[in-house]
């Protein structure tokens, strides 16, 4: 089948190349406008806090994520000029439509505001300088915005740098790398264009998705580093097996353009195989994220879905069309031949090393697996937080706000608690039950030790106009992710509002930002471990096609487990005992983002099945033609160990923009890859998997044959 739809590819190569053209020109209009489409909802439908948070949206008129802060110091200021100021903020928050001011606290020489609107985040952001403006028209010229919005409208332009610095860095090493491996060619081009287009072509359909399905902020600089590393890990792949296509058919009697479609149809008969079985394992490990009941997660997926499915559809029509205009002399390397190119009767540098472990194979499984373990052990100490609003640049405007609380309340006034109580019929909120039930509530929660103060009345916003509905806040002393925070609401939920009656009919719902991020990590423990569970089996029987046997697929996933056990041990050495932290410029957390967690194991499972294809494929084709299991281990691993490797630092490269970049989540992401990827590419696939699959010997390629007779393929000795 590659065969025909190659050919086919081929002699129509100037249309695949303008239909790549055209998309990708499409997918950059795409992309530019894709900012105004993200959010940071951390939502999950369902749960008592969506719901509570629809009630707001309902009955008072407000979203979450469209809801100010502001930040006031002052010194020695009378009860009138505290006052005034607190008039001279609801003037100011004119300038935002259907805002307004829900809280009003002086404390400690600081006056907060909470700023409440119905808006969107992005469509909130948009106002936040109106707001940053009209607020020293007023004469409030200290006064500091942030919350959600504010937090969006400064982050965003910062997030983009950290972007274009990651793509520049990525593209200098790709470039170096490539000419290292493939030497002075037109080749080294190729992966660049392969790049370009399937990035642009997949922001593309991110876009479209947007208009449907929430997509989280981060996407792009996800979708754009890691497509990077997966575009270039595909087509030098298939760069390099063309060159070596070609040195096969040299000898041929064939001639011009029959010669050059011969090698690219070979190619692609067997590297675009591996990229197809490669890219289908990625989008498996990624399709997990798509079946966490958790629409931030699920954007994730969403998002990363499209990139090995976008690269795979370029390995498959633009890689060969490229391929077959550059023809043999535009893939041959002049004055430097690249270390890819292997001399006659030369291993290379991973024939070397796959000789020396088939030498010691019991030694260096051991000394690996040891190794491994010992890093790995790290991981008894993580701890998981939904988010965290503190982890952002200190020298941002709403940064410098979140200091202040933190200094003189603590962050908790950023994000507070919310108890919103439906009693059934209007006109109830103002009764003498009520009453005392809401003083009977707010008086025993303002005596738990982690609350900073809570605030209730009978009036807007307290109560919404039906006086059916309403609310009392919480304000905690510890950020929304903390644990103290996470403890907090068990305790409202559980202990205080389990035991207090408004009335037969009423019902008690705990929201805010808090509780949402409770129910996030609640959901995501729940549901993730069975959804691995089922990934793991659905990746076992596509590797047991693929593999043609019982044992490898089993061994790739073990070593794919160990590569993200690792990974996760690198989060808590480096963010929670700062090895390392001075140096990368990292930040100091005690915990590690939950979201961070679940799109990295996607991300390491896919791409060390991707490196797991690479490698064992090429094994299996010096198998099938005869060879020993160790020749074929030594033929595989010299093969395709360099081109692994390069795609590995390449890839660790482009997630510099990451762990470089301004904000812990996606720090964590990068450091978590690159680890993850360093130590899969390496100490995994150069060191115990030749040495496990030694020792295995025959046992590698064992599959009971199907039938009566129960006879067995390859049997082992």
Known sequence: MLESWTRTVVRHRIAVVLTWLVLALLGSFAAAQLND?????????????????????????????????????????????????????????????TAKVTQQRALGGV?????????????????????????????????????????????????????HRGQLTAGVLALILLILMLGFSWAVLVPFI???????????????????????????????????????????????????????????????????????????????????????????????????????????????????????????????ALLSFLGSEGVSPHFFRGMLTKRENSLGLWGIIATFVLRRPLSVFLASFASLALIASAVLGLLVTPSSLTSIPPYLDSAKALAIATDKAGPGVISPHQILIDLGAPDLAKTQKVRAARFALATAI???????????????????????????????????GAIASQNLVKELRHRYLAKINFGVDSKLYLGGEPAQGADLLHRIFTSF?????????????????????VVLPLKAILMDLISITVAYSALVLVFRHGIGSAILGTYRLDQIEAWVLVFLFAVLFGLSMDYEVFMVSRMREAWNKGASNDAAIVEGLSETGGVVSAAAIILVGALGGFVFGHFAGLQQLGIGLAVGILIDATIIRGLLLPSAMVLLGKWNWWLPARGEDSKVINPPA
């Open 446 to 480: 303002s005596k738990n030790s982690e609350v900073l103060t809570v605030a209730t009345g009978e009036k807007d916003p307290y109560v919404d106009k039906s006086g059916q509905y309403l609310r009392i806040f919480v304000i905690g002393k510890s950020d929304l």
């Open 194 to 320: 392969f790049a370009g287009a399937t990035i642009t072509f997949a922001l593309g359909i991110v876009f479209l998705l947007a208009q449907k399905f929430l997509m989280v902020l981060y996407i792009p600089n996800i979708v754009e580093l890691i497509g990077l590393g997966l575009a270039i890990d595909y087509s030098l792949l298939i760069v390099h097996r063309f060159r070596r296509e070609l040195l096969n058919h040299r000898n041929a009697n064939i001639d011009g353009n029959e010669h050059v479609e011969s090698a690219v149809v070979a190619t692609m008969e067997t590297a675009g195989r591996t990229v197809l079985l490669s890219g289908t394992c990625v989008a498996v490990g990624l399709a997990i994220l798509l079946f966490v009941p958790v629409p931030f997660v699920r954007s994730l997926g969403l998002a990363g879905l499209v990139v090995p499915a976008s690269s795979v559809l370029a390995a498959l029509t633009l890689q060969p």
């Open 37 to 97: 489409h993200l959010t940071t909802s951390l939502g999950v439908p369902g749960s008592e806090s969506d719901k509570a948070n629809l009630l707001l949206s309902q009955k008072f008129g407000e979203n979450g994520e469209g809801t100010f802060t502001v930040f006031f110091k002052f010194k020695n200021a009378t009860k009138a000029e505290v006052e005034r100021y607190k008039s001279e903020i609801v003037l100011a928050t004119k300038v935002v439509p």
């Open 111 to 163: 006056l907060f505001a909470s700023i409440a609107t119905s808006l969107t985040l992005t469509q909130a952001s948009s106002h936040t300088d109106s707001l940053r403006k009209a607020l020293v028209a007023q004469g409030l010229t200290q006064a500091l915005v942030t919350g959600p919005p504010a937090i969006y409208r400064d982050v965003t332009p910062i997030l983009a740098q950290d972007l």
């Open 529 to 549: 471990p069975w959804i691995v569970v089922c990934v793991l089996l659905l990746a076992y029987l596509l590797l047991l096609r693929a593999f043609r046997s």
